[in-house]
């Protein structure tokens, strides 16, 4: 099985700033078959990015994914109020295992 | 808008029985995977399992395969997700999601089943 670690497990930025988010597996991710996903408090999840780099229908371009093999980013460049919520990643391409998340809160 | 909507929320005793439900609408549902997905209270996110309503091909997690069943009715676009008998670690937001075919990822998600399991 494929094991996911993200980094940091919480991030505190301001409005405005920029967000890296980090996400390692423990082995090759096929094809980039890497997905992010943004969950709000109450909410279902919502998919973000797939295939590493290519954003979901309606995503705003601020949200860039990128990275290959075992490493893997998600970027926010710059964070808008509506963009403080936990954050994880998920491998596709062999079964399906998520990462635990990373919480982007407000400094 | 394509959706799934899920069952509402259900409170049980251990050792009780339970399925929860999930329709999709308005879109092929005989030709897309549709996956449960189970988040504890304050935890992350832990995928059970997928069927393909098509033919019933069901696949499960190591982790929950033996623990739950999970079946579709491609006659009324549901599918679901049953235990036989509940334990208090059951306890848990249930959520569906739908694949499509080929390697894509979960794009779209159930609103959710809250599911409490308590004497």
């Known amino acids: 099985e494929i094991v996911l670690t993200q980094s940091p497990g919480t991030l505190s930025l301001s409005p405005g700033e920029r967000a890296t988010l980090s996400c390692r597996a423990s082995q090759g991710v096929s094809s980039s078959f890497l997905a992010w996903y943004q969950q709000k408090p109450g909410q279902a999840p919502r998919l973000l990015i797939y295939?590493?780099?290519t954003r979901a229908t309606g995503i705003p371009d601020r949200f860039s994914g990128s990275g290959s093999g075992t490493d893997f980013t998600l970027t926010i460049s710059r964070l808008e109020p509506e963009d403080f919520a936990v954050y994880y990643c998920?491998?596709?391409?062999?079964?399906?295992?998520f990462g635990p998340g990373t919480k982007v809160d407000i400094k | 808008e394509v959706q799934l909507v899920q069952s509402g929320t259900d409170v049980k005793k251990p050792g009780e029985s339970l399925k929860i439900s999930c329709k999709g609408s308005p879109y092929s549902f005989t030709n897309h995977w549709i996956g449960w997905v189970r988040q504890m209270p304050g935890k992350g996110l832990e995928w059970m399992g997928i069927?393909?309503?098509?033919?019933?091909?069901?696949r499960y997690s190591p982790s929950f395969q033996g623990q739950v069943t999970i079946s579709a009715d491609r006659s009324i676009d549901t599918a679901y997700l049953q235990w036989t008998s509940l334990k208090a670690s059951d306890s848990a937001t249930y959520y569906c999601?739908?694949?499509?075919?080929?390697?894509?990822?979960?794009?779209?998600w159930g609103q959710g089943t809250m599911v409490t399991v308590s004497s």
């Open positions: 999601v739908r694949r499509n075919s080929g390697n894509f990822p979960f794009d779209v």
């Open positions: 295939g590493a780099s």
């Open positions: 998920q491998q596709y391409g062999s079964s399906f295992t």
């Open positions: 069927i393909y309503p098509g033919d019933s091909d069901t």
